[in-house]
Protein backbone atom coordinates (compact mmCIF):
# COMPACT_ATOMS: atom_id res chain seq x y z
CA UNK A 1 0.00 0.00 0.00
CA UNK A 2 1.26 3.29 -1.34
CA UNK A 3 1.83 6.11 1.76
CA UNK A 4 2.16 8.81 -0.21
CA UNK A 5 -0.78 11.27 0.06
CA UNK A 6 -2.52 12.61 -2.72
CA UNK A 7 -1.56 16.14 -3.22
CA UNK A 8 -4.91 17.58 -3.84
CA UNK A 9 -5.27 20.96 -4.10
CA UNK A 10 -2.85 23.63 -2.92
CA UNK A 11 -3.45 27.10 -2.70
CA UNK A 12 -1.43 29.68 -3.77
CA UNK A 13 -0.74 32.83 -1.46
CA UNK A 14 -2.61 35.17 -3.64
CA UNK A 15 -5.85 32.38 -2.94
CA UNK A 16 -4.76 31.83 0.31
CA UNK A 17 -4.62 36.07 1.45
CA UNK A 18 -8.12 36.45 -0.16
CA UNK A 19 -9.37 33.31 1.54
CA UNK A 20 -7.92 35.13 4.92
CA UNK A 21 -9.96 38.32 3.78
CA UNK A 22 -13.24 37.20 3.04
CA UNK A 23 -12.97 34.96 6.20
CA UNK A 24 -12.11 38.31 8.26
CA UNK A 25 -15.36 39.91 6.26
CA UNK A 26 -17.63 37.15 6.79
CA UNK A 27 -16.52 37.11 10.25
CA UNK A 28 -17.13 40.99 10.62
CA UNK A 29 -20.57 40.51 8.94
CA UNK A 30 -21.83 38.25 11.81
CA UNK A 31 -19.83 40.34 14.58
CA UNK A 32 -22.27 43.39 13.67
CA UNK A 33 -25.72 40.47 13.59
CA UNK A 34 -25.18 39.80 16.79
CA UNK A 35 -24.01 43.39 17.88
CA UNK A 36 -27.40 44.15 15.73
CA UNK A 37 -29.67 41.83 17.47
CA UNK A 38 -27.85 42.64 21.11
CA UNK A 39 -28.16 46.40 21.26
CA UNK A 40 -32.09 46.13 19.79
CA UNK A 41 -33.15 43.25 22.72
CA UNK A 42 -31.58 45.90 25.31
CA UNK A 43 -33.72 48.58 23.54
CA UNK A 44 -36.77 46.74 22.97
CA UNK A 45 -36.58 45.14 26.78
CA UNK A 46 -39.33 42.76 26.99
CA UNK A 47 -40.77 44.12 24.11
CA UNK A 48 -38.90 42.31 21.67
CA UNK A 49 -41.12 39.10 22.01
CA UNK A 50 -43.89 41.42 20.94
CA UNK A 51 -44.32 41.56 17.32
CA UNK A 52 -47.47 42.06 16.04
CA UNK A 53 -48.20 41.06 12.19
CA UNK B 1 -8.11 4.28 -5.68
CA UNK B 2 -11.61 4.36 -6.35
CA UNK B 3 -12.71 5.81 -9.39
CA UNK B 4 -15.07 8.62 -7.81
CA UNK B 5 -11.75 9.42 -6.17
CA UNK B 6 -9.83 9.75 -9.51
CA UNK B 7 -12.72 11.76 -10.74
CA UNK B 8 -12.32 14.43 -8.10
CA UNK B 9 -8.78 14.96 -8.44
CA UNK B 10 -9.52 15.37 -12.39
CA UNK B 11 -12.20 17.96 -12.30
CA UNK B 12 -9.82 20.10 -10.28
CA UNK B 13 -12.54 22.47 -8.54
CA UNK B 14 -12.55 26.03 -9.29
CA UNK B 15 -10.29 28.02 -6.50
CA UNK B 16 -12.34 31.87 -6.04
CA UNK B 17 -10.17 34.46 -6.03
CA UNK B 18 -12.26 36.91 -5.47
CA UNK B 19 -11.46 39.47 -2.97
CA UNK B 20 -13.89 41.39 -0.45
CA UNK B 21 -13.87 44.29 -2.90
CA UNK B 22 -15.20 41.47 -5.68
CA UNK B 23 -18.33 41.06 -3.42
CA UNK B 24 -18.68 44.60 -2.54
CA UNK B 25 -18.90 45.35 -6.13
CA UNK B 26 -21.77 42.82 -6.61
CA UNK B 27 -23.81 45.41 -3.99
CA UNK B 28 -23.59 47.80 -6.52
CA UNK B 29 -22.14 50.72 -4.32
CA UNK B 30 -23.31 53.65 -6.01
CA UNK B 31 -27.04 52.68 -6.46
CA UNK B 32 -26.88 51.52 -2.74
CA UNK B 33 -25.82 55.17 -1.73
CA UNK B 34 -28.79 56.81 -3.19
CA UNK B 35 -30.83 53.82 -1.79
CA UNK B 36 -29.52 54.70 1.72
CA UNK B 37 -30.45 58.36 1.35
CA UNK B 38 -33.70 58.26 0.00
CA UNK B 39 -34.77 55.77 2.68
CA UNK B 40 -33.38 57.90 5.54
CA UNK B 41 -35.50 60.67 4.02
CA UNK B 42 -38.40 57.88 4.35
CA UNK B 43 -37.20 57.66 7.77
CA UNK B 44 -37.08 61.37 9.38
CA UNK B 45 -40.00 62.38 7.59
CA UNK B 46 -42.00 59.68 8.84
CA UNK B 47 -44.72 61.03 11.94
CA UNK B 48 -43.11 59.52 15.90
CA UNK B 49 -39.88 58.94 17.30
CA UNK B 50 -37.55 56.25 16.15
CA UNK B 51 -35.10 54.51 18.38
CA UNK B 52 -31.50 55.31 16.95
CA UNK B 53 -30.92 51.80 17.28
CA UNK B 54 -34.03 50.62 15.37
CA UNK B 55 -33.19 53.31 12.66
CA UNK B 56 -29.38 52.26 12.05
CA UNK B 57 -31.33 48.40 11.68
CA UNK B 58 -33.81 49.98 9.39
CA UNK B 59 -31.41 51.50 7.11
CA UNK B 60 -28.84 48.71 7.08
CA UNK B 61 -31.40 46.12 6.42
CA UNK B 62 -32.79 48.10 3.70
CA UNK B 63 -29.16 48.64 2.19
CA UNK B 64 -28.31 45.23 2.46
CA UNK B 65 -31.60 44.26 0.28
CA UNK B 66 -30.63 46.75 -2.10
CA UNK B 67 -27.41 45.11 -2.32
CA UNK B 68 -28.70 41.71 -2.95
CA UNK B 69 -30.72 42.78 -5.44
CA UNK B 70 -27.88 44.09 -7.44
CA UNK B 71 -25.85 40.69 -6.68
CA UNK B 72 -29.18 39.01 -7.91
CA UNK B 73 -29.28 41.09 -10.99
CA UNK B 74 -25.40 40.78 -11.57
CA UNK B 75 -25.83 36.88 -11.47
CA UNK B 76 -28.60 37.07 -14.01
CA UNK B 77 -27.46 39.25 -16.27
CA UNK B 78 -23.80 38.57 -16.61
CA UNK B 79 -24.07 37.39 -20.09
CA UNK B 80 -25.66 40.59 -21.32
CA UNK B 81 -23.36 42.41 -18.73
CA UNK B 82 -19.91 40.88 -20.83
CA UNK B 83 -21.36 42.36 -24.08
CA UNK B 84 -21.62 45.99 -22.48
CA UNK B 85 -18.79 48.42 -22.07
CA UNK B 86 -20.29 49.90 -18.92
CA UNK B 87 -20.70 46.51 -16.99
CA UNK B 88 -18.19 44.09 -18.89
CA UNK B 89 -15.61 44.26 -16.15
CA UNK B 90 -18.24 43.50 -12.95
CA UNK B 91 -16.64 40.85 -10.99
CA UNK B 92 -19.20 37.92 -12.47
CA UNK B 93 -18.35 38.53 -16.40
CA UNK B 94 -15.00 39.08 -15.96
CA UNK B 95 -14.55 35.45 -13.59
CA UNK B 96 -14.05 37.05 -10.49
CA UNK B 97 -16.51 35.89 -8.88
CA UNK B 98 -18.70 32.44 -10.67
CA UNK B 99 -22.34 32.92 -11.21
CA UNK B 100 -22.90 30.69 -8.61
CA UNK B 101 -21.14 32.29 -5.89
CA UNK B 102 -23.19 35.81 -7.14
CA UNK B 103 -26.43 33.75 -6.52
CA UNK B 104 -25.47 32.70 -3.01
CA UNK B 105 -24.71 35.44 -1.96
CA UNK B 106 -27.56 37.31 -3.56
CA UNK B 107 -29.82 34.80 -1.48
CA UNK B 108 -27.81 34.82 1.90
CA UNK B 109 -28.02 38.82 1.75
CA UNK B 110 -31.84 38.88 0.44
CA UNK B 111 -32.94 36.48 3.17
CA UNK B 112 -30.80 37.84 6.54
CA UNK B 113 -31.96 41.16 5.47
CA UNK B 114 -35.48 40.31 5.36
CA UNK B 115 -35.98 38.85 8.59
CA UNK B 116 -33.51 40.90 10.20
CA UNK B 117 -35.66 43.72 9.27
CA UNK B 118 -38.98 41.42 10.04
CA UNK B 119 -37.79 40.85 13.03
CA UNK B 120 -35.97 43.56 15.02
CA UNK B 121 -38.12 46.09 13.20
CA UNK B 122 -41.55 45.11 11.85
CA UNK B 123 -43.14 43.02 9.28
CA UNK B 124 -44.68 45.39 6.73
CA UNK B 125 -41.20 46.75 6.41
CA UNK B 126 -39.47 42.96 6.13
CA UNK B 127 -42.55 41.78 3.73
CA UNK B 128 -41.95 45.51 1.81
CA UNK B 129 -38.38 44.65 1.59
CA UNK B 130 -38.92 41.11 0.30
CA UNK B 131 -41.56 42.69 -2.37
CA UNK B 132 -38.58 45.10 -3.43
CA UNK B 133 -35.73 42.60 -4.00
CA UNK B 134 -38.24 40.17 -5.97
CA UNK B 135 -39.59 42.62 -8.18
CA UNK B 136 -35.99 44.00 -8.40
CA UNK B 137 -34.48 40.65 -9.18
CA UNK B 138 -37.22 38.80 -10.63
CA UNK B 139 -40.30 41.05 -12.50
CA UNK B 140 -37.42 43.62 -13.69
CA UNK B 141 -34.26 41.70 -13.81
CA UNK B 142 -35.51 38.33 -15.22
CA UNK B 143 -38.61 39.50 -17.31
CA UNK B 144 -39.04 43.27 -18.10
CA UNK B 145 -35.26 44.15 -18.44
CA UNK B 146 -35.16 41.42 -22.11
CA UNK B 147 -38.47 41.68 -22.87
CA UNK B 148 -40.24 45.05 -23.40
CA UNK B 149 -38.76 48.80 -23.90
CA UNK B 150 -40.90 49.85 -20.94
CA UNK B 151 -38.79 47.81 -18.80
CA UNK B 152 -37.35 50.80 -16.65
CA UNK B 153 -40.33 52.33 -16.45
CA UNK B 154 -42.21 49.64 -14.53
CA UNK B 155 -38.82 48.40 -13.17
CA UNK B 156 -38.55 52.10 -11.47
CA UNK B 157 -40.82 50.93 -9.06
CA UNK B 158 -37.89 48.57 -6.70
CA UNK B 159 -35.70 51.50 -7.07
CA UNK B 160 -38.69 53.84 -5.78
CA UNK B 161 -39.97 51.60 -2.82
CA UNK B 162 -37.15 52.37 -0.64
CA UNK B 163 -38.16 55.38 1.04
CA UNK B 164 -41.65 53.48 1.56
CA UNK B 165 -40.18 50.74 3.29
CA UNK B 166 -38.39 53.23 6.15
CA UNK B 167 -41.52 54.51 6.44
CA UNK B 168 -43.08 51.42 6.94
CA UNK B 169 -40.14 50.46 9.38
CA UNK B 170 -40.71 53.74 11.42
CA UNK B 171 -44.31 53.72 11.79
CA UNK B 172 -44.88 49.62 11.08
CA UNK B 173 -48.05 51.37 8.30
CA UNK B 174 -48.34 53.90 4.87
CA UNK B 175 -50.10 56.70 3.74
CA UNK B 176 -49.76 59.29 0.88
CA UNK B 177 -46.10 60.80 2.07
CA UNK B 178 -44.57 57.79 1.41
CA UNK B 179 -46.34 57.76 -2.00
CA UNK B 180 -45.65 60.93 -3.03
CA UNK B 181 -41.90 60.05 -2.15
CA UNK B 182 -42.53 56.66 -4.15
CA UNK B 183 -43.74 58.63 -7.44
CA UNK B 184 -41.01 61.60 -7.23
CA UNK B 185 -38.32 58.40 -7.81
CA UNK B 186 -41.10 56.46 -9.77
CA UNK B 187 -41.00 59.36 -12.76
CA UNK B 188 -37.70 60.54 -12.55
CA UNK B 189 -36.46 57.29 -13.66
CA UNK B 190 -37.66 57.36 -17.20
CA UNK B 191 -35.47 60.45 -17.93
CA UNK B 192 -32.76 59.34 -15.90
CA UNK B 193 -31.87 56.11 -17.51
CA UNK B 194 -33.36 57.34 -21.07
CA UNK B 195 -30.86 60.10 -20.95
CA UNK B 196 -28.28 57.23 -20.10
CA UNK B 197 -29.22 55.00 -22.93
CA UNK B 198 -29.08 57.97 -25.69
CA UNK B 199 -25.55 58.18 -25.14
CA UNK B 200 -24.91 54.18 -24.21
CA UNK B 201 -27.62 53.07 -26.90
CA UNK B 202 -25.07 50.86 -29.28
CA UNK B 203 -24.06 49.30 -25.74
CA UNK B 204 -27.95 48.46 -25.00
CA UNK B 205 -28.10 47.16 -28.86
CA UNK B 206 -25.13 45.05 -29.01
CA UNK B 207 -26.11 43.38 -25.93
CA UNK B 208 -29.74 43.00 -27.30
CA UNK B 209 -31.50 44.85 -24.63
CA UNK B 210 -34.99 46.50 -25.57
CA UNK B 211 -34.38 50.03 -24.73
CA UNK B 212 -36.19 52.63 -25.80
CA UNK B 213 -33.65 54.29 -28.03
CA UNK B 214 -32.49 50.74 -29.31
CA UNK B 215 -36.43 49.66 -30.24
CA UNK B 216 -37.77 52.78 -30.91
CA UNK B 217 -35.51 55.07 -31.93
CA UNK B 218 -33.79 58.44 -30.48
CA UNK B 219 -36.58 61.05 -31.24
CA UNK B 220 -39.67 58.87 -29.77
CA UNK B 221 -37.08 58.61 -26.56
CA UNK B 222 -36.35 62.21 -26.73
CA UNK B 223 -40.33 63.10 -26.63
CA UNK B 224 -40.61 60.21 -23.41
CA UNK B 225 -37.85 61.44 -21.42
CA UNK B 226 -39.71 65.70 -22.51
CA UNK B 227 -43.25 64.15 -21.11
CA UNK B 228 -41.67 61.98 -18.00
CA UNK B 229 -40.17 65.32 -17.19
CA UNK B 230 -43.17 67.26 -16.94
CA UNK B 231 -45.11 64.51 -15.10
CA UNK B 232 -42.12 64.41 -12.64
CA UNK B 233 -41.84 68.26 -11.76
CA UNK B 234 -45.82 68.21 -11.41
CA UNK B 235 -45.32 65.27 -8.84
CA UNK B 236 -42.51 66.35 -7.22
CA UNK B 237 -44.26 69.92 -6.13
CA UNK B 238 -47.32 67.82 -4.84
CA UNK B 239 -45.35 67.16 -0.73
CA UNK B 240 -45.61 70.91 -1.08
CA UNK B 241 -49.22 71.23 -3.37
CA UNK B 242 -50.83 68.89 -0.61
CA UNK B 243 -49.60 70.54 2.59
CA UNK B 244 -47.08 68.29 3.98
CA UNK B 245 -43.85 70.59 3.30
CA UNK B 246 -43.64 74.08 3.24
CA UNK B 247 -42.88 76.71 0.61
CA UNK B 248 -39.34 76.35 0.88
CA UNK B 249 -39.38 72.91 -0.60
CA UNK B 250 -42.19 74.35 -2.67
CA UNK B 251 -40.02 77.29 -4.23
CA UNK B 252 -36.56 74.36 -4.80
CA UNK B 253 -38.70 71.94 -6.14
CA UNK B 254 -40.25 73.98 -8.89
CA UNK B 255 -36.60 75.83 -9.46
CA UNK B 256 -34.99 72.47 -9.75
CA UNK B 257 -38.00 70.98 -11.85
CA UNK B 258 -37.69 74.55 -14.19
CA UNK B 259 -33.97 73.19 -14.56
CA UNK B 260 -34.58 69.73 -15.21
CA UNK B 261 -37.36 70.85 -17.58
CA UNK B 262 -34.90 73.39 -19.46
CA UNK B 263 -32.56 70.10 -19.89
CA UNK B 264 -34.88 67.66 -21.05
CA UNK B 265 -36.30 70.73 -23.76
CA UNK B 266 -32.27 70.81 -24.82
CA UNK B 267 -32.39 66.83 -25.12
CA UNK B 268 -35.71 66.90 -27.18
CA UNK B 269 -33.86 69.72 -29.54
CA UNK B 270 -30.70 68.82 -29.85
CA UNK B 271 -30.80 65.65 -31.86
CA UNK B 272 -27.65 65.43 -34.34
CA UNK B 273 -24.33 64.82 -33.51
CA UNK B 274 -21.86 65.78 -30.16
CA UNK B 275 -24.75 68.50 -29.25
CA UNK B 276 -27.00 66.21 -28.78
CA UNK B 277 -24.51 63.46 -26.67
CA UNK B 278 -23.65 66.28 -24.65
CA UNK B 279 -27.36 67.60 -24.08
CA UNK B 280 -28.29 63.72 -22.95
CA UNK B 281 -25.03 63.47 -20.70
CA UNK B 282 -25.81 66.75 -18.84
CA UNK B 283 -29.38 65.20 -18.26
CA UNK B 284 -28.14 62.67 -16.86
CA UNK B 285 -25.97 64.10 -14.70
CA UNK B 286 -28.40 66.65 -13.23
CA UNK B 287 -31.00 64.11 -13.10
CA UNK B 288 -28.87 62.60 -10.09
CA UNK B 289 -28.58 66.18 -8.53
CA UNK B 290 -31.99 67.14 -8.83
CA UNK B 291 -33.05 63.69 -7.01
CA UNK B 292 -30.57 64.11 -4.23
CA UNK B 293 -31.54 67.68 -3.78
CA UNK B 294 -35.23 67.56 -3.65
CA UNK B 295 -34.50 64.95 -1.27
CA UNK B 296 -32.03 66.65 0.60
CA UNK B 297 -34.69 69.42 0.88
CA UNK B 298 -37.49 67.51 2.80
CA UNK B 299 -34.74 66.44 4.93
CA UNK B 300 -33.72 69.43 6.15
CA UNK B 301 -37.14 70.73 6.30
CA UNK B 302 -37.44 67.92 8.79
CA UNK B 303 -34.69 68.52 10.85
CA UNK B 304 -35.32 72.43 11.21
CA UNK B 305 -38.85 71.83 12.13
CA UNK B 306 -37.41 69.57 14.96
CA UNK B 307 -34.50 71.69 16.11
CA UNK B 308 -37.00 74.67 16.01
CA UNK B 309 -37.70 74.46 19.89
CA UNK B 310 -34.27 75.00 20.44
CA UNK B 311 -33.06 77.53 18.53
CA UNK B 312 -35.93 80.10 18.23
Not at chain 2, 110 to 115: I, Y
Not at chain 2, 204 to 213: I, T
Request: a positive charge; one cysteine or more; glycine letters at 6%.
Amino acid sequence: MDDEQPPGIVLTEAQKKRRRERSIAIALALGVLVILFFAVTIVKGPMVLSRPM
Amino acid sequence: MSIVENQSLALSPRISEASVGDYIALLKPRVMSLVIFTALVGLMIAPGHVHPVLAITSILCIAVGAGASGALNMWYDADIDALMSRTANRPVPTGRVSPQEALAFGLILSFFSVMTLGILVNWVAGGLLAFTIFFYAVIYTMWLKRWTAQNIVIGGAAGALPPVVAWAAATGSLSIEPILLFLIIFFWTPPHFWALALFRSDDYARAGVPMLPVVAGPDITRLQILLYTIVLVAVATAPWALGYFDAVYGVSSLALGAWMLALAIKVYRQREGAPALRAARQLFGFSILYLFALYAILLLEVVVAAARPWLW
